[in-house]
């Protein structure tokens, strides 16, 4: 069973920082991963992935403010969230992607004001 656990979130101001991390029971390396989210109303999106082959991929309304990574260490795939507007206001899900099949983790609230 993949588990991915995801922390991090919280209430920051406009213009502030957070980093999100997501834990999984995987070696999140050898698969695709990324970060996507749901603002109230909204369907769930894409915030920035990374493929198999580690090609990363950004939506255009974080690029250059978001940074995603993955630690070999600790199994985690990371989200650094510079330059936060209030638009990036949703609940955050880590997914990953193994035999064809996608897994996501209860998701974190990150809540930004204005």
């Known amino acids: 069973q993949v588990q991915l656990v995801e922390s991090g979130g919280g209430l920051v101001q406009a213009g502030g920082s957070l980093r999100l991390s997501c834990a999984s029971s995987i070696t999140i390396s050898r698969n695709a991963r990324g970060w996507y989210r749901q603002a109230p109303g909204k369907e769930r999106e894409p915030v920035a992935r990374i493929s198999r082959g580690g090609t990363t991929i950004y939506a255009d309304s974080v690029k250059g403010r978001f940074t995603i990574s993955t630690d070999n260490a600790k199994n985690t795939v990371d989200l650094q969230m510079n330059s936060l507007k209030p638009e990036d206001t949703a609940a955050y899900y880590c997914?990953?992607?193994?035999?064809?099949?996608?897994?996501w983790g209860k998701g974190t609230m990150v809540t930004v004001s204005s």
């Open positions: 997914n990953a992607q193994m035999d064809g099949v996608d897994y």
